[in-house]
């Protein structure tokens, strides 16, 4: 197939441009490059000897959506490009509005007008809100609690109105748990800018050196350790799961369909910074500080549905991320 990778230099999408390629895909990546580097198709190219694609360029920019449609016989889209940093989606809520919910109305509209009409969108956990039971399925009830969590919400919502619209449109939501790890190559990784605002990143720079300690955000939540619980899957099988998605979507009628991602499976920030400092042999000083606003105790998702139906599940283990990640880390040391 051609696939249409929107965001797909970023962090979640290289990688699942890396899959694609070995499967024997062929990949455009259309990005902007607001939260990633154009080092990253040298890298892709390294890892599977295949030329990538690659259009610089802004969802919001209908025009030159539909060009790349066309020109690139494109048969499915997979759409990852938007912002995603929930504070800042606070401080900013309509630069996040403006960049997820119109993006995706130009994307719609493009594919709408260039008959293509396979999607597959990124979604997130943090449309449940604050859990009422866990494990998370996929009937729980949404509520999003910050303004990023509610453009995922209101794409979703879109989406379901535009496959009712005509039904000719084949669209899978995936929402994500928290997705870690890194390629294992090496080559493909987490690297956000500045200090970074989720867990894993940040213990591995910690591990590296560059940062003195993890700030544990409270010990006193209603979990076995009293440290936050969340169900961190490995980027490599989100990645599967979006193959698995687009198969799914080729064998079955068009319609609108919604999948956790993820494992099943919580680990407390405790249990991760462990689990870090065994995988890379290196201490990991922590110091437990007050809750972090917003913050829930335990988010785990029931990924039975996705296994069901997408026959996709997730295989690699908590040590796996962790030394996925070390590895990549230790690298960007070198280079
Ligand atoms: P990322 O920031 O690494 O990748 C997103 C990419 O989209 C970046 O390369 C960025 O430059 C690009 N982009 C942003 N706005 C764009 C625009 N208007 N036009 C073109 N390109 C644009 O993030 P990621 O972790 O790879 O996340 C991918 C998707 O998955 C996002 O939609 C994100 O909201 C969603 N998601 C991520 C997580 C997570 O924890 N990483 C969890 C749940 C959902
Ligand atoms: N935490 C710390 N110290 C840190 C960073 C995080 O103790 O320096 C704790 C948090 O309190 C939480 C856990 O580690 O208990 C995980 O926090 P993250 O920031 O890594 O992840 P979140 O679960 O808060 O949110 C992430 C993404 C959201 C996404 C959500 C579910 O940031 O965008 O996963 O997919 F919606």
């Not at 899957?233 to 993820?262: C, K, Q």
Request: charged letters at 20%; a negative charge; hydrophobic letters at 40%.
């Amino acid at each position: 197939m051609n696939i249409l990778l929107t965001g797909g230099a970023g962090y979640i999408g290289s990688h699942t441009a890396a899959l694609l390629l070995r499967e024997g895909h062929d990949v455009t990546l259309l990005d902007n490059l607001s939260n990633s580097d154009i080092g990253v198709l040298d890298r892709l190219h390294a890892i599977s000897n295949r030329e990538i694609s690659f259009v610089q360029a802004d969802i919001r920019e209908t025009d030159v959506l539909e060009r790349v449609l066309v020109g690139n016989h494109i048969d499915a889209v997979i759409h990852f490009a938007g912002l995603k940093a929930v504070g800042e989606s606070v401080r900013l809520p309509i630069a996040y509005y403006d960049n997820n919910v119109n993006g995706t109305i130009s994307l719609l509209r493009a594919m709408q007008a260039t008959d293509v009409r396979t999607l597959v969108f990124s979604s997130s956990a943090t449309v449940y809100g604050d859990p009422k039971y866990l494990p998370l399925d996929e009937k729980h009830p949404t509520g999003p609690t910050n303004p990023y969590g509610q453009t995922k919400l209101h794409i979703e919502e879109i989406l379901r109105d535009v496959a009712a619209s005509e039904p000719l449109w084949k669209i899978a939501i995936l929402r994500y748990f928290n997705p870690v790890g890194a390629h294992d190559s090496g080559l493909l990784g987490e690297n956000p800018n500045g200090i970074p605002n989720n867990l894993m990143p940040f213990v591995a720079r910690v591990a590296a050196g560059k940062l003195p300690r993890v700030e544990i955000f409270g010990d006193d939540y209603d979990t076995a350790d009293g440290t936050g619980v969340r169900d961190y899957i490995h980027v490599a099988d989100l990645a599967a799961g979006h193959l698995a998605a687009l198969g799914y979507l080729s064998r079955t009628p068009p319609g609108y369909e919604v999948f956790n991602l993820g494992t099943g499976q919580g680990y407390s920030v405790k249990e991760m910074i462990a689990a870090f400092a065994a995988a890379s042999g290196r201490p990991i000083p922590s110091v437990v500080v007050g809750r972090r606003a917003g913050d829930i105790a335990s988010c785990y998702a029931d990924p039975t549905r996705a296994r069901t139906l997408l026959g996709w599940e997730a295989r690699l283990t908590l040590a796996d991320m962790c030394a996925s990640a070390w590895r990549f880390q230790s690298r960007l040391a070198e280079s």
